[in-house]
């Protein structure tokens, strides 16, 4: 995962609804991740678009995200935040409306802790008084303006410990790198192949290998789409023998990748190699001769010999 | 045939034990044409009973129960090795159709209130540990009190990861139903004998039950993505399933090098990225079912991203081939998934 991305994945693992060993102050203090993505109108015809929007039901605030991929502060962007209408959001996310309070919302800014400064400087030339969470290595923490609900200030109280890098929820985006592409499209081609699939369109491969690309506007989509264009066609590049790329025709206007070769056709001592040769070509990881296992076979009861010979045949298999 | 005659050859003496393979399905509906697609028109036989089937192979006869739509019993006399190869070499060829794989507490449990006659444990973690650690352990206690000694085992800090059940019996009675003696793999095949098909049954479903819930926890917690509006904006749904090692892995490379190697019992394809010593994200493809897959893993943790629509068997079968090769005591972090993970009796004992 690109550094980048720590900030918007760290946000989303402190909201998530299943537990990992990351903190989630946002989740526990009552928060709900209600969107990604989302563009939030400001004024009369002007938009923002949040990278997250959390809701607390029980006080009716909501919580807009930037998490912020690098140092600058956009300081237009910042200033159409504090805009936000908190009943424009009630409408944009559909959420039930059950406790008294009127609705608010707060502008919440993340970033990696070495921008920390930067941001915070950039949010001052602003104007704009925003909490910013501050992702570290090992902890992360709240530092500018406060939270407006009580409950999370305390929780960031003091920095919360952090086990190590957040889930990797958003991978790539229309920014990142070439091999970013190649390693969420490279193994979506496995994958494809091992269904024994015999093509794949490009559109298809994009919603395998992004399974986020929904969330985006069209433009964005088609964007995205491109680039796992250009990476099917490295594909085939890489690997002849089992990938062809077949660029758009007049009849057919998206790219397809033809598949062959597959490993399934083979035996399985023979289909294990295919995918172990797939992957060096494709990479990276080196994989190491595969040691035989012995292992002794006991027993004498009847029952346990026919459990046996199933599972000694299981560890051939192994083998 | 029909299950009043599956009863009777049950209960009839025979030199073979009888067998029960439990196979988790995806029929969607027509389990006729399931069966004829994946074994062959000519060797699935239509029964008096709608919810069975036999199949005819060589020398198998198999009659096939479907009636729970997700997990079939297949149940035979043939023998032991030759129904295995004739239903892995299924399962290995189709993207859906799987074993059940039975994670340690799962196996542990399937009589509750009746201590096993004998227990097997079977680690093989070789190709995973340093050679001063244990790498293997492969034990076979026999008697009432075997439980009890697995669990001293089982409290000693350095030794708990090789502690991995593999097989046990036991011995079921039940007032109303009767007399079974049941032994177990961790690939849900029971090998029976007794007085009571029904209670046989009982014991199959009881054990399916546990695995099922396991099985749909995981994929209630599938990590899917869901649209807003055309202008943009989604839900996110769900999140990585994390699994903690009962103690840092010695050394992350060759875990990894073991769990990619495309190869049984794992089966996983992937790609590395941002690898350290400490820490490295996998784009992956579970072999076993074609699905793309995510895992981050550190030597104390491993976080699984299972795609919304995804298998929850991907994941039982990840903890239980874990638990053999690696790390016995391996847990989720989430509390439901670690319910359903170590069954709940387990835990609190």
Redesign the interface.
Known sequence: ?EERFIPINAV??MY??????WPRPFYDVGYR???????VVVGDDDRV?ADLVGFRPSNNRFLLHEAKSGANVDEDQAARYQLADPLWLVR???VNLTADEEPTCQTVYACLRSHEDRILLGLHQADCAFPLVSVGDSDVRAVGADFNDDDLAAMFESPIPL???P???I?VDIESADEDFD??V???L???M??RTDDVSVIVLAE??I??L?????G?RRHLIKRVEAAAQRAAQADEQHFEFRAATMTRPYAIIKLSGNPEDLD?RG??QR??A??SR???????G??A?Q??L??D????R??S??????RE??N | MNRKQLESQFRSPDTSPWKTFVLETHADGDDAAFLADVFGSGASRETDDRSLHQLFSSDLSITVDHLDPRFWSFHTRSSTAATYAFLKSAVARRRDLDFVWLPSAHLRRVQRDTPPNWIKTNFTGRRVLPADEVQELSVMVRGRASQSLLDLISRQRDHAHAISLSQLEVAVADPDLGYVVEAVNRTALFVAKGESFTLHELVVQQVVSRYRRLVEAAESLALGFEPVGDEGGGRILGGPIELRFSRALPDLEPFLDDLLSSREPFRLWGMVDNASDDYAEIEGVDLHVGQRIRIEVSREMLRVHLRAGGCGNTIARLVANLQHHVDGGIRAVDDRMNWELSVASVVAA
């Open positions: 995962m989303i693992a998530s609804t299943v537990q990992t060993s991740l209600e969107a990604l993505e989302l563009p678009p944009a996310t559909k086990p190590g890098p889930p990797g929820i991978v390693e969420i490279f193994p979506t496995v994958a494809e091992s269904l395998r290998s399974s986020y929904n969330i985006y506007p069209e964005v399985p289909r294990t995918y172990q797939i992957a494709f990479q990276t990881h080196p994989r190491p595969i040691a296992i292992e002794a006991f027993d009861l009847d029952l346990e026919e459990l010979l199933a599972d000694e045949d299981e298999e192994e």
